[in-house]
Structures are given as structure tokens and as C-alpha cells.
């Protein structure tokens, strides 16, 4: 009934991260023009799009979703982004993420549970991780802050968790 290599689909549903939370994920990761910036279950595109185009990152989006891999890819062409930004339509748990310099991660606790062994195997020294929303448990964050989209309203509140690869 499953597919293999269709995990993805059952551990991270997809649910956008709104641009200001991204931005302020990417400000937290202190991004850099040049680094490469992985997007593990990147749906829509927009962090690996926003890291190319406002933070001079080469970006790599991995995605199983086919038809969010499409759309990206369009809005690539259409930003001019081409050289900078490449979308992966394939398993997260089969891409090389040895060349990371900062890993983003929406998925929920459970994902980040299971992806990271490949985390603690593959990333070098000094590898930023930064997650919204879910801890990866067992890891130390070297910093968590507290973001709201809207200061006026009160929320919605979302919370950033910043890991270094020691």
C-alpha cells in the first residue's frame, strides 16, 4: 500500500512556514552570503527562495512532493534565482548534506527524531540547524526565542530553535 521512499509524506505533513518566521529563522541561523542552506521537506520553496534571493546563500530545497517541487522550480525561473537555488524532488533521508553550512527544518518532533542520526553522521563542525516549532530531543539548542508574527494581536507565537553541530 506505501510506497518506499514515501516516508516523508507520513512524518512532515505540508504546512508552510509564514515569510516573517522564516526571515527571523534565517537572521537567527546568521545566514551569510555564499553558505549553503538546506531546506529538508522544503514544500513551497519560500526559505530556500528567501536564502538565495535576500540572504546570497546557494540553497538546496529537498522535496517529495512532486507538484510542490513543480511550482517551486517555476517560481525559481521566475525570480531569476536559477544559478543559486537547486529543488531536490527526492527522499531527505537519501540527499548528501555533507556541504551544509545551516539546515532548516519545519517537520513535527517525531521527524526530527528520526532524521537526526543522519545529522550527527553527515554535518560538519559549526553547522547551524535551525527548527520551527519542534525540538530535536537529545540536543542542546544554543539558543530558543520566542516570535510572534503579529506584536499588536499577541500571535500567532511561534518558537525557534537554534542548534550548532559541535
Known amino acids: 500500500m506505501f510506497e518506499r521512499g514515501h516516508r516523508e509524506l507520513f512524518i512532515a505533513p505540508y504546512v508552510p512556514s509564514p515569510l516573517p518566521v522564516i526571515r ?9 552570503p555564499g553558505e549553503v542552506f538546506f531546506d529538508l521537506g522544503a514544500g513551497d520553496g519560500r526559505a530556500v527562495m528567501m536564502a538565495a534571493k535576500d540572504f546570497g546563500a546557494r540553497a538546496v530545497g529537498v522535496e517529495l512532493r512532486e507538484d510542490l517541487v513543480k511550482k517551486t522550480l517555476s517560481s525559481i525561473y521566475e ?29 513535527t518532533t517525531s521527524a526530527n527524531e528520526k532524521i537526526k542520526p543522519k545529522l550527527e553522521a553527515e554535518l560538519k563542525h559549526g553547522v547551524r ?8 530531543v537529545g540536543w ?9 508574527e503579529n506584536p499588536k ?14
Not at 527571523?24 to 551569510?32: G, T
Not at 548528501?96 to 539546515?103: Q, R
Not at 540547524?129 to 530535536?136: A, F, K, L, P, T
Open 24 to 32: 527571523q529563522m534565517l537572521i537567527l541561523a546568521e545566514l551569510k
Open 79 to 107: 525570480l531569476g534565482l536559477q544559478n543559486r537555488v537547486t529543488m531536490v524532488n527526492g527522499d531527505m533521508f537519501k540527499v548528501d548534506l555533507t556541504s551544509a553550512d545551516v539546515i532548516f527544518l519545519y517537520l
Open 129 to 136: 540547524v535551525i527548527s520551527h516549532d519542534y525540538e530535536i
Open 140 to 148: 542542546k539548542p544554543v539558543r530558543v526565542e520566542k516570535f510572534c
Open 153 to 166: 494581536l499577541g500571535y500567532p507565537s511561534h518558537t525557534l530553535y537554534l542548534y550548532k553541530k559541535r
